[in-house]
């Protein structure tokens, strides 16, 4: 089974930028539905950006051309690119990782997902 170990969190002005990455470790990254979510303190958690090894990218609305998500297959690791950052954004951000053949599209809700980082914090202040 993969294990997963994010990293690239931290506090951040209104605006700015910060890159999340997620490594993988324990099997092959391309077998992989990969997505990251986040939760905010409250609030329901919700996903946020997927790909699969084809590099078929899904998003969520809010986060639609100021977030993008990448792997570099070579090195088993998933990023986050978030710009333009916004007071809304602060949560914790988790990457998640679920076998492709479990799904028609990688995406969905993060009970679909087995298989988890320990999360990294994301504080945006304005």
């Known amino acids: 089974q993969v294990q997963l170990a994010e990293s690239g969190g931290g506090s951040v002005q209104s605006g700015g930028s910060l890159r999340l990455a997620c490594a993988a470790s324990?099997?092959?990254?391309?077998?992989?539905?990969m997505g990251w979510f986040r939760q905010a303190p409250g609030k329901a958690r919700e996903g946020v950006a997927f790909?699969?090894?084809?590099?078929?990218?899904k998003y969520e609305d809010s986060v639609k051309g100021r977030f993008t998500i990448s792997q570099d297959n070579a090195k088993n690791t998933l990023f986050l690119q978030m710009n333009s950052l916004k007071p809304e954004d602060t949560a914790m951000y988790s990457c998640?990782?679920?076998?492709?053949?479990?799904?028609?599209?990688?995406?969905?809700?993060?009970?679909?997902?087995?298989?988890w980082g320990q999360g990294t914090q994301v504080t945006v202040f304005s």
């Open positions: 998640a990782a679920e076998l492709r053949s479990r799904f028609d599209y990688c995406g969905g809700s993060g009970y679909l997902y087995r298989y």
């Open positions: 324990g099997d092959t990254f391309s077998r992989y539905c």
């Open positions: 790909m699969d090894s084809n590099n078929t990218t």
